[in-house]
């Protein structure tokens, strides 16, 4: 059954877009890194897979395992994060989150720092709540553990350059969905709200004499809207919007030697819009996507931070015993 002359454009942007994602993954002084829309930890939870769309009216997921792997390519990263779930009962299901960078690249001046392994990992648990008109509404815990190497160095002409895999925090989120729609336009809405712990770091001066440094980053808030239209037999289109307002960062600063310490806020606040195109084919329990994720807008209170940010490639597969099958 071959797709509608629709879709051959947008396969053709897709695939265009990606090139350009692909191409930009050199490093500009920051790209990719300095977007929290791309942090392998959040990442996953803005851009939902077709799993996360309702089931058809009246069913419920069966208990078993289901998967789903994201890919995604932005300027000075590449990344994969795995996505195991095993569903206990049609309300009661746990997820774990893996992440692999494959590569991230640091650009200090004209050095180029670089870095792969695994990242900081999530895990999840979901209450799932479904009616017989087909709305499904979720809520959601999770909780990012500092399994990513926080002190990762690269080694250039003899200097250490820092390329840290994780933030050295252990990180709470909260979210909740909303799914609905029938066998031919489905939506999503969803919440989410994250708080940080603390990185420390500690620096010796010598002679026992030590500085504390402990960060603290700023909570973030993200809003997203979703929606995919079946278009022809097995053929998806998708279209989204996120929000993402991230807050301030904090510093404290304490010494061992009873020297004042210090603390200050970070201006790092700001609001970042996305939209996110994509398209899917649902091949019995398996289920391809790729799309692309565009910055809309940006806007930062501190000129340190880059107001222009890539545009990234996505790709997914989702697979379930059950449920795309139906």
Same mark, same amino acid.
């Given at each position: 059954?071959?797709?509608?002359?629709?879709?051959?454009? =947008? &396969?053709?942007?897709?695939?265009?877009?990606?090139?350009?994602?692909?191409?930009?993954?050199?490093?500009?002084?920051? +790209?990719?890194?300095?977007?929290?829309?791309?942090?392998?930890?959040?990442?996953?939870?803005?851009?939902?897979?077709?799993?996360?769309?309702?089931?058809?009216? +009246?069913?419920?997921?069966?208990?078993?395992?289901?998967?789903?792997?994201?890919?995604?390519?932005?300027?000075?990263?590449?990344?994969?994060?795995?996505?195991?779930?095993?569903?206990?009962?049609?309300?009661?299901? !746990? *997820?774990?989150?893996?992440?692999?960078?494959?590569?991230?690249?640091?650009?200090?001046?004209?050095?180029?720092? *670089?870095?792969?392994? &695994?990242? $900081?990992?999530?895990?999840?648990?979901?209450?799932?709540?479904?009616?017989?008109?087909?709305?499904?509404?979720?809520?959601?815990?999770?909780?990012?553990?500092?399994?990513?190497?926080? +002190? *990762?160095?690269?080694?250039?002409?003899?200097?250490?350059?820092?390329?840290? =895999?994780?933030?050295?925090?252990?990180?709470?989120?909260?979210? !909740?969905?909303?799914?609905? +729609?029938?066998? *031919?336009?489905?939506?999503?809405?969803?919440?989410?709200?994250?708080?940080?712990?603390?990185?420390?770091?500690?620096? $010796?001066?010598?002679?026992?004499?030590?500085?504390?440094?402990?960060?603290?980053?700023?909570?973030?808030?993200?809003?997203?809207?979703?929606?995919?239209?079946?278009? /022809?037999?097995?053929?998806?289109? /998708?279209?989204? !919007?996120?929000? =993402?307002?991230?807050?301030?960062?904090?510093?404290?600063?304490?010494?061992?030697?009873?020297?004042?310490?210090?603390?200050?806020?970070? $201006?790092?606040?700001?609001?970042?819009?996305?939209? &996110?195109?994509?398209?899917?084919?649902?091949?019995?329990?398996?289920?391809?996507?790729?799309?692309?994720?565009?910055?809309?807008?940006?806007?930062?209170?501190?000129? =340190?931070?880059?107001?222009?940010?890539?545009?990234?490639?996505?790709?997914?597969?989702?697979?379930?015993?059950? &449920?795309?099958? /139906?």
């Amino acid at each position: 059954m071959r797709a509608p002359r629709l879709l051959l454009p =947008l &396969l053709v942007i897709l695939a265009l877009a990606a090139g350009q994602a692909i191409a930009q993954s050199q490093p500009d002084q920051g +790209g990719g890194l300095d977007d929290p829309a791309g942090d392998p930890a959040l990442a996953p939870l803005l851009q939902p897979s077709v799993l996360d769309f309702a089931p058809p009216a +009246g069913f419920d997921p069966a208990p078993g395992f289901g998967a789903t792997a994201g890919f995604e390519v932005v300027s000075g990263q590449s990344a994969g994060v795995l996505t195991p779930s095993y569903r206990f009962t049609p309300a009661l299901s !746990v *997820k774990a989150r893996v992440p692999l960078i494959f590569s991230r690249t640091y650009t200090y001046w004209n050095t180029e720092a *670089k870095a792969g392994g &695994l990242g $900081d990992i999530g895990l999840e648990g979901e209450y799932r709540r479904a009616w017989p008109s087909g709305l499904d509404l979720r809520v959601q815990a999770s909780v990012k553990l500092p399994t990513g190497d926080d +002190g *990762k160095t690269d080694t250039v002409d003899g200097a250490d350059y820092a390329t840290p =895999l994780g933030t050295g925090s252990t990180d709470w989120f909260g979210r !909740v969905q909303l799914a609905g +729609g029938g066998a *031919k336009l489905q939506w999503l809405g969803s919440l989410l709200y994250r708080t940080n712990g603390e990185q420390e770091t500690i620096t $010796d001066f010598g002679g026992g004499s030590t500085m504390t440094t402990t960060t603290t980053r700023g909570d973030q808030f993200a809003g997203a809207a979703f929606a995919r239209l079946n278009v /022809h037999g097995r053929w998806w289109l /998708h279209a989204g !919007v996120t929000v =993402l307002q991230v807050q301030d960062d904090e510093v404290d600063q304490s010494y061992s030697d009873g020297s004042p310490g210090s603390s200050w806020g970070v $201006d790092a606040s700001g609001t970042l819009v996305d939209v &996110l195109p994509g398209v899917s084919y649902a091949v019995g329990r398996w289920c391809p996507f790729v799309g692309v994720r565009i910055p809309a807008a940006t806007s930062w209170d501190s000129p =340190l931070r880059a107001e222009s940010r890539d545009t990234a490639f996505v790709a997914q597969v989702s697979w379930t015993p059950a &449920l795309l099958a /139906h």
